[in-house]
């Protein structure tokens, strides 16, 4: 009997060394880009208004990421912290429960040591955004900067779901009012949002990829009602995957402390997903 229990134990830890031995070899083969990975693994970050806002927030949202091979949903979570009456902020986000389903021609497209269709459960990265006011002058522009942090929290390498490495990003962030008709309740806002972003890699020769972002658009304000339409970007240098560019629009109803919203959002060239989302945000 104890001989049994032997042979058992020794089979089993032997084949868990074998395949931890094969995941070992094939997490070298997945390639660190936006293309290649889930949808949640490479944050990019969104265009800015150019001003901070002088309240806490607080904010829940439901996504769902299309792609024939790849469908996706998640909640995300954000607490923004304001300081010296909007001057400085603390953001943090967080996608706390993932869901996939990801095709057998997906998987081994990515490389991942799950070569079957498979859907599973995980979460996301944690992150951290310090923001910075530079210059508020309703005559020329307003202007803010941020240094953002994605932590190695995210889970389901194996898939390639995260990439369990660090992403950072340093940002400016411009916006100006081209239209404003108090009567009617009408403004019109040009942003502009440009930086750079590197990530850390599985690569021996690369340990990190640099990257340039850019991003413009236009918000609009009609009483309670918000309209964000704009389209960013990031331009890594190993172009293997790492050239996303994101079209972006969100419709918001603010009423008193609270607002709903609902947000589209297409990917072009290295980002394959569309993505249908809704949300709540309580400020105070």
């Known amino acids: 009997m104890k001989i049994a229990l032997f042979i058992v134990c020794f089979v089993l830890v032997f084949s868990l060394s074998c395949f931890a031995q094969a995941w070992r070899d094939k997490m070298e083969e997945l390639v660190y880009t936006p293309k290649y990975f889930g949808a949640n ?12 806002s002088d309240k806490y927030e607080l904010e829940v949202r439901y996504d769902y990421h299309y792609n024939k091979g790849d469908k996706t949903r998640n909640i995300f979570g954000r607490v923004f912290i304001p300081f010296g009456k909007g001057i400085v902020a603390l953001d943090i986000r ?17 490389n991942a040591s799950s070569t079957d269709p498979h859907g599973d459960r995980t979460h996301g990265d944690a992150i951290a955004i310090v923001m910075f006011q530079l210059l508020r002058n309703k005559k020329w522009f307003d202007a803010e900067t941020s240094l953002g942090l994605k932590t190695a929290s995210g889970n389901m390498l ?4 995260h990439t369990d490495a660090v992403n950072y990003w340093f940002d400016a962030h411009v916006g100006r009012d081209v239209f404003s008709d108090e009567k009617q309740a009408l403004n019109l806002r040009l942003v502009m949002m440009g930086g750079f972003y ?3 890699t599985n690569s021996l020769v690369h340990r990190q990829n640099d990257a340039w972002m850019l991003g413009g658009g236009v918000k609009a304000q009609s009483g309670n009602i918000f309209l964000d339409v704009d389209i960013r970007g990031f331009k890594g240098y190993w172009n293997q995957g790492d050239r996303p560019v994101l079209f972006h629009t969100k419709l918001k109803y603010a009423y008193k402390n609270h607002a709903i919203y609902f947000r589209y959002q297409d990917g072009f060239h290295d980002y394959i997903y569309q993505t249908y989302s809704g949300g709540y945000i309580f400020s105070f």
């Open 198 to 200: 590197c990530y850390m």
């Open 41 to 52: 693994a490479f944050p990019v970050p969104e265009v800015r208004s150019g001003k901070l």
């Open 94 to 110: 967080w996608v706390p429960v993932e869901y996939y389903k990801t095709s057998k021609a997906i998987m081994h497209e990515r």
């Open 158 to 161: 194996v898939d390639a779901r």
